[in-house]
């Protein structure tokens, strides 16, 4: 695909780390180099994908969205995935790499808390210990999925510290991993921070590309366009890693706009800069201090974004487009009430930009990657009456 020097997409990503952690990252490299060639790892990510995670997910032809929307609409359904999200493919993947090289205590950070269920479940699985840190403004608005993680045997730490979301977690996942260099390993639950990480979480999640992209076959040669929501940016690059080699194939990421002022549209208003160990677009002030974000998405509430990402936005493979929190909620009713799925509140926002899309080019057939289910949100919207 797109890496252009060891580590690197064009100038993006690399390794902005304190010394202590370059051995660690580059014993990490070697073992993922090392566990990707091996047929016998190969084998058992494939079992755990098809008797624990429950893939293949289907393609499904949302036809009554479509007639409404004015095109073909099919979701690629990580929503039925265990655990409920796309996460889980890259949790299990690394859980599966961390017990080889002999490393039993995972740190990992949530912000919607999917990533943090799938984290705890892939550890229950293989009886490694898991401390989770999630923002507490997090912990307020994803509640269920705090719950979820504790029954699952892993610690859940809140972080009450500045803009109390992803970004906090990921400084305190980061801190703890510092600390513990030794026996701790990193599970990074998007295709962000220094490399090996958005090269190894977007090999992990390729399955959604490869599977949709022979999924959508049997139905047509290619769609005219695969769309997927950003917030780090994992689900989209799944999903992009089938189709990218495809110049006949748009491909559209979609950053959540926020409300009012307030956004996560990193690629769309960022410039590049460096956060959580790579070089990336990054939402920031003339100074270089991280700007806070807004969206009703906690997954999406990010202010920096997975470097591959960056480079593709530069050379214009993909494009990135901004869909606000009033576009997301409404596109959650529609899935809702045509097609009797609640989608995540960060996939609506790319089933958003489909239904805006398909208004411009009516006729369009798109593929959306319904990353993950909306019970998780539910609690939260409903009682902030926004469903
Ligand atoms: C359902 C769902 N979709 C999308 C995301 C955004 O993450 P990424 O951009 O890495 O796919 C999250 C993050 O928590 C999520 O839970």
Same mark, same amino acid.
Do not use: Q
């Given at each position: 695909m797109t890496t252009t020097a060891p580590g690197r997409f064009g100038v993006y990503g690399g390794r902005y780390v304190p010394e202590t952690l370059m051995a660690n990252l580059i014993a990490l490299e070697a073992a993922f180099d090392d566990a990707r060639r091996d047929p016998a790892f190969q084998a058992e990510f494939a079992q755990t994908l098809a008797h624990? #995670?429950?893939? $293949?997910?289907p393609l499904y032809h949302a036809r009554r969205l479509g007639e409404a929307y004015g095109g073909q609409v099919y979701l690629k359904r990580e929503d039925l995935t265990h655990t409920g999200a796309h996460k889980i493919n890259n949790a299990v993947g690394q859980a599966l790499l961390a017990r080889r090289i002999g490393k039993r205590r995972i740190v990992a950070e949530t912000g919607a808390g999917q990533h943090g269920v799938a984290t705890a479940a892939a550890c229950a699985r293989l009886g490694l210990e898991c401390i989770v840190y999630m923002g507490a403004l997090d912990c307020e608005r994803q509640r269920p999925n705090v719950e979820r993680m504790r029954l699952l045997g892993a610690t859940v730490k809140p972080v009450d510290t500045g803009s109390r979301n992803l970004k906090v977690a990921i400084n305190e996942a980061i801190r703890d991993w510092i600390a513990n260099p030794e026996n701790t390993h990193y599970l990074i639950g998007s295709v962000v921070g220094p490399h090996p990480y958005p090269l190894m979480v977007r090999e992990f999640q390729r399955v959604i590309g490869d599977e949709a992209r022979a999924q959508f076959a049997r139905v047509a040669p290619r769609p005219d366009a695969v769309i997927a929501c950003v917030g780090g940016g994992s689900n989209a690059m799944g999903i992009f890693a089938g189709f #990218? /080699? /495809? $110049?006949?194939v748009e491909l559209f990421g979609v950053e959540a706009g926020g409300a009012g002022g307030a956004t996560a549209a990193t690629l769309n208003t960022g410039r590049p800069g460096v956060l959580h160990g790579a070089l990336s677009y990054l939402l920031q002030d003339q100074e270089g201090q991280i700007l806070n974000t807004h969206s009703v998405a906690a997954g999406l509430d990010y202010p920096g974004v997975g470097p591959e990402h960056s480079f593709l936005k530069d050379t214009g493979r993909a494009k990135y487009e901004v869909v606000n929190d009033a576009e997301a909620l409404a596109a959650f009713r529609d899935a809702c009430a045509l097609e009797g799925i609640i989608p995540a509140i960060e996939s609506s926002h790319a089933i958003a930009f489909a239904k805006r899309l398909l208004a411009r080019r009516p006729g369009l057939c798109v593929i959306v990657n319904l990353s993950g289910r909306g019970d998780k949100d539910l609690p939260g919207l409903l009682a902030k009456g926004l469903v």
């Open positions: 624990f #995670v429950g893939r $293949p997910t #990218v /080699d /495809d $110049p006949h």
